[in-house]
């Protein structure tokens, strides 16, 4: 006696359970949900968003105090060394200034500059006042620049900012790398351009004749072209390279300086909509800041001026004792160094922003490069605390 055929053993179905006639149509591609469906925030869509967040540097009082500190000691070391960027420091009287965000972005641009050795040997300076300037200017602000990228690729990524007490022994730490990052472009800019200043010495040796000068002229063009490029090039690379040493697991320059130019060179519209982004929000913040400052600078005036010093005038042509004019000289020390706090203040606010904000833009800029995602930054670990020892009682027991 044998059992019945099974169900599932029907001819008109196959062994995968479909019937064998049924025919499978492609639905097609739904382009729109595959393109939407990695959107989960605006930050996905825009994601120079993320860059609001470091606003937060520019009402951080410990970093802006920092930035005050570490600007005055640069301003005053090089007023006493009689550097080259002097001039560039001195800050004009406040009373004449009305608010105007130029100027810390120019201040910004000069510190930041300065960083850079041949920023200042195209400036036209002697060699021992360019090696003041870049010596002094580095030691001064190379571990603040790092902390601020730092600080604002933290804040960038959705992270809370890192205390005082971890984020400068690590920037301490890789400062002598960020040193290798400044001057390794310039190294190779200056071994480039050797070979351009040997033949202008044998053309001039020579009597510049056509047929020696024209043919060394096109030799020197290929090679100033690349020392070109990589000389001004350095002007993005640098800071991006900075941004680089303090935000990666490796302080490599060398890997570094290829990140800051990968960044400029495959990505250039996207650097330039960041970067015209950043000065925006520098900019407004500064302006905001500057009509503050004017407006608590005539405060100070208002309440300043009662208090000036009075002295008689020059002895005029009336009898003595009848007619004596008043000159109402105001204390300048005292009034130009709360003119100069309130003229500063701007410009700090202003700087510490706007490293915060390269910090950021390398975390855009890397995601745009090679696809890493802005929320995965590199995090030091912690030392583990040891246990304490127990007792030697307890030991024994």
């Known amino acids: 006696m044998t059992d019945a055929p099974s169900q599932s053993e029907s001819p008109n179905e196959s062994p995968a359970g479909k019937p064998s006639g049924a025919v499978e149509t492609h639905a097609g591609h739904d382009l729109e949900g595959s393109m939407l469906d990695r959107v989960r925030q605006w930050t996905d869509l825009l994601p120079w968003i993320r860059l609001v967040s470091v606003l937060r540097l520019a009402g951080s009082p410990a970093w802006l105090l920092i930035v005050t500190v570490v600007s005055l000691i640069w301003g005053g070391g090089l007023w006493i060394f009689g550097g080259p960027l002097s001039p560039w420091f001195s800050i004009s009287g406040a009373s004449s200034w009305v608010g105007s965000a130029a100027e810390p972005l120019s201040w910004f641009c000069t510190v930041t500059g300065s960083i850079n050795p041949l920023i200042l040997v195209f400036a036209g300076f002697s060699w021992l006042a360019w090696l003041t300037a870049w010596v002094w200017t580095s030691v001064c602000w190379t571990a603040p620049m790092l902390a601020l990228a730092r600080q604002g690729a933290l804040l960038t990524a959705g992270r809370p900012i890192e205390s005082i ?40 040796i020579a009597g510049d004749p056509i047929w020696f000068s024209a043919p060394a002229a096109v030799l020197c063009l290929l090679v100033l072209i690349p020392a070109g490029i990589l000389g001004m090039g350095s002007l993005v690379a640098v800071p991006s390279a900075m941004a680089a040493i303090i935000n990666e697991p490796s302080a490599d320059p ?84 709360i003119l100069t706090g309130l003229k500063l203040l701007p410009a700090v606010i202003a700087f510490a922003l706007s490293w915060g904000l390269i910090g950021g833009i390398y975390l855009l800029l890397r995601r745009d490069c090679g696809g890493q995602e802005v929320e995965d930054l590199w995090v030091p670990s912690v030392p583990a605390t040891p246990l304490p020892e127990l007792p030697s009682a307890a030991k024994s027991e």
């Open 165 to 204: 007490s971890r984020i400068v022994p690590l920037a301490l730490q890789r400062t002598p790398h960020a040193w290798l990052v400044m001057v390794t472009p310039a190294v190779c800019t200056a071994i480039l351009l050797v070979p351009v200043a040997a033949a202008a010495w044998l053309v001039s």
């Open 254 to 337: 060398l890997d570094s300086l290829s990140r800051g130019y990968e960044n400029l060179f495959r990505r250039p519209l996207h650097l330039v909509a960041y970067l015209l982004i950043g000065m925006v929000i520098v900019a407004v913040v500064s302006w905001l800041v500057g009509i503050v400052a004017t407006g608590t600078g005539q405060l100070a005036a208002g309440v300043i001026e009662p208090f000036a010093i009075v002295t008689d005038a020059a002895p005029s042509s009336e009898p003595p004792g009848l007619n004596v004019d008043l000159i109402a000289v105001e204390p300048s020390r005292f009034a130009g160094v």
